[in-house]
């Protein structure tokens, strides 16, 4: 059985992580995470209050790691490019996390925490930094993110439950028509 010291903070976030990509947004419940960690479940009380606190810490570390991913796959774009090439790492990270994504939005929707806020303005200032380049009108910026964010979103949880798989027009397709749309 892993002592108290075996144990850390990350250790515990990484497992509930594939606990989640192996099951659902639901997965990682403390007893699930004490039998894949071998230790009681009151050693994760140590490192997290509540499952809530865990939960903030999974949408912390997700957000975290989407940034990562567009500064990554991001570098040397700008103006619009730029924008549609974040737009496509959003999408295609949210796809490939889909579990992890499904549980940031919802505790992002709950959580009044300042640091889920901030990942937020994060990722519209890295927007902005595309926009600034080829519009002026703050609220047509305003515009162009939420409506980013909304296509991100919809595309992630649509594709995720299966109902864009038609053989008309492939997902990719569609979501770059709509993306075009949006930057009309």
């Given at each position: 059985?892993?002592?108290?010291?075996?144990?850390?903070?990350?250790k515990i976030i990484q497992t509930a992580i594939e606990i989640i990509n192996d099951g659902n947004s639901d997965s990682a419940t403390f007893k699930n995470l004490a039998q894949k960690l071998d230790c009681k479940t009151q050693a994760l009380y140590f490192y997290f209050k509540n499952r809530d606190a865990l939960n903030l810490a999974l949408t912390k570390k997700c957000f975290d790691n989407l940034d990562?991913?567009?500064?990554?796959?991001?570098?040397?774009?700008?103006?619009?490019?730029g924008l549609i090439q974040t737009a496509k790492v959003m999408r295609a990270y949210g796809l490939k996390n889909l579990s992890l994504s499904l549980l940031a939005l919802k505790t992002s929707e709950t959580s009044d925490d300042k640091s889920i806020g901030e990942a937020v303005l994060r990722l519209k200032y890295i927007m902005y930094k595309f926009i600034e380049e080829f519009v002026?009108?703050?609220?047509?910026?305003?515009?162009?993110?939420?409506?980013?964010?909304?296509?991100?979103?919809?595309?992630?949880?649509?594709?995720?439950?299966?109902?864009?798989?038609?053989?008309?027009?492939?997902?990719?397709?569609s979501f770059e028509i709509n993306l075009g749309k949006i930057l009309e």
């Open positions: 059985m892993a002592q108290k010291r075996d144990l850390s903070e990350e990562d991913e567009i500064k990554t796959k991001c570098i040397g774009y700008s103006g619009k490019e002026t009108d703050d609220e047509t910026k305003l515009t162009i993110t939420r409506g980013i964010r909304a296509l991100v979103i919809g595309e992630v949880v649509n594709e995720g439950v299966g109902w864009f798989h038609n053989p008309l027009i492939k997902n990719t397709d």
